[in-house]
């Protein structure tokens, strides 16, 4: 699954937060990539908007395997000064976005209707050909 969240970093820290994003720490790294964070990207905006995309098999899941990391605790402590709703520790003030559009997955859904017609016609021309050699 594809996975869109947001957050608001403080505008006068992200510098900072550029700056400890520049150097993550190794384990942190893996840890991710352990608990099934693939493709994992963020993007901050001029205004502070922090936009999140991973893509994974079960976001909570991964979540959860993420919380019970050491590593991650650390983290989110050092992070969470720099986070705009810093009432909560920044993983978890997510809110994650619906998806509406993926161009991938409209034109897979219309390569397999414009297939499925294909296939249609080309029974239905076969089907008249061998009626055709019937009646001749």
Known sequence: ???CFRSSVHPELMAEYKQR???VWPEM????KDAGWNNYSLF?????????????AD???????????????RWQAEMATLFANSDLPPDQ???VVEEVFNLED?????????????GAHISTDSAAHEYQKEQA
Do not use: S, W
């Open 29 to 32: 790294l893996k840890a991710l």
């Open 21 to 23: 994003h520049a150097a």
């Open 93 to 95: 003030g997510f809110e």
């Open 44 to 56: 901050l905006a001029p205004d502070g908007q922090l936009i999140g995309y991973l893509e994974c």
């Open 106 to 118: 409209q034109l897979a859904a219309t390569a397999a209707v414009t297939d499925a017609a294909a």
């Open 1 to 3: 699954m594809r996975v």
């Open 59 to 73: 976001y909570e899941a991964a979540q959860a395997r993420m919380a019970v990391t050491e590593v991650n605790a």
